[in-house]
């Protein structure tokens, strides 16, 4: 039996998807659906038993024996303003987690950031050291949340303190695909352009606020949701060494290229617009993500991953223009 948090959400619900057609439906599932209609994202699927995300503590208190947990449950908003939230979700919940997989000695998979990378002056290296981490200087509440549970978790292992059997703190970047649509303003490029575009409309990104990024030049690493996945249930299985990874696509393109992706997967001619980029994202804004993916590679994951082209082909054509959706 898995324990699955955040499960109705985009990840989780393609991560419960893929376990379903994996065979496994010995899966417990922990989510607040909320009205988003988050419910959606778990309509197709198999599940064991639910449990309210308030309940969590008090279910693992007499929990049947897990074989492992997947933490994705998280707030995810960027722009999100209420610490003592975001605290409670993304730091206080994972801790409790993890000393719960320590002391039932099973594999705890958890979802870091790449947000944890900040402007990305000091490189997107997945090391574990403490020393490195401190030196990484995330740009928002999020990503500190996210940065900060990956430093006690680093500090605790490298002191010799018990930790899981096999622990796993994934750094994911821009991932894509379908199960997002109950994400407001957090939707991917991918659903917004296609949506504009499918109206007639030009797709619309940020034009550039520094001299060295041309209008559209920003650059990110998209990664379909089909890799995380894949990565996730290998790293479930697999005797991997422990340890902070990247899951990214390990190529960074710009934001004019998915536009191009989405216009090619639509058939139709790109026709692109700038808009100022907001002042609430000034100084805030990664304007270059690349995730160095030679730790996974080293630690034995061979599968090819997802080029921006296929992925957003995929994500349009068999997803988004059709009646229903999800996944």
Known sequence: ???????????????????????????????????????????????????????????????????????????????????????????????????????????????????????????FLDQDSPDFLATLQPLNLYGWSKHIFDRRVAREVSQGRPAPSHWYGLKFFNVYGPNEYHKGHMRSAVYNITGTVRQGEPARLFASDRPDYVDGGQCRDFVFVDDICNIILWLLRSSAPSGLYNLGSGQARSWADLARAVFTALGKEPKIEFVPMPEKLRGKYQYWTEADMTKLRQAGYNAPLTSLEDGVAKYVTEFLVKDDPYR
């Open 1 to 123: 039996m898995l324990l699955l948090t955040g499960a109705a959400g985009f990840i989780g619900s393609n991560v419960l998807a893929r376990l379903n057609e994996a065979g496994e439906t010995d899966v417990v599932i922990c989510d607040a659906l909320g009205t988003e209609g988050k419910w959606r994202n778990l309509a197709k699927h198999e599940f064991a038993d639910f449990v309210p995300l308030d309940s969590l503590k008090d279910w693992l208190a007499t929990a049947p024996k897990l074989d492992g947990v997947i933490h994705l449950g998280a707030n995810s908003d960027t722009t999100a303003a209420d610490g003592d939230e975001v605290m409670d979700h993304n730091f206080a919940c994972s801790l409790m987690l993890w000393r719960y997989c320590t002391q039932a000695d099973i594999p705890f998979i958890y979802a870091s950031s790449a947000a944890t990378y900040g402007d990305g002056e000091a490189g």
